[in-house]
Nanobody, 119 residues
Framework: QVQLVESGGGLVQPGGSLRLSCAASGTIFSINVMGWYRQTPGKQRELVATITSGVSPYYADSVKGRATISRVNAKNTVYLQMNSLKPEDTAVYYC?????????????WGQGTQVTVSS
């Protein structure tokens, strides 16, 4: 059993910043990719950023230059720093990892954290 717990969401004014955190726990032998996705009502979930050890992070064009993804492998934790936030960044943000649980590789998702950018 693998659990992801996200934190750091909330209400932020346009131009502000926030940092999302996601800690993975449970039976984890190895984590390959860690990433963040977001979703707004009526739209498909979209990729925001991913990070793989030894590989340059990937960012969606919509957040490039404003977002920084990082990970602490010893803590099975991934972070997303978002700056210069815009109202269109408003969404539920989901953490995702591709991890081996000792039996097979699987995708795991967090429960989501709401980010609202509004004045």
């Amino acid at each position: 059993q693998v659990q992801l717990v996200e934190s750091g969401g909330g209400l932020v004014q346009p131009g502000g910043s926030l940092r999302l955190s996601c800690a993975a726990s449970g039976t984890i032998f190895s984590i390959n990719v860690m990433g963040w996705y977001r979703q707004t009502p009526g739209k498909q979930r979209e990729l925001v950023a991913t990070i793989t050890s030894g590989v340059s992070p990937y960012y969606a064009d919509s957040v490039k230059g404003r977002a920084t993804i990082s990970r602490v492998n010893a803590k099975n934790t991934v972070y997303l720093q978002m700056n210069s936030l815009k109202p269109e960044d408003t969404a539920v943000y989901y953490c995702n990892i591709y991890a081996h649980n000792g039996d097979r590789w699987n995708d795991y998702w967090g429960q989501g954290t709401q980010v609202t950018v509004s004045s």
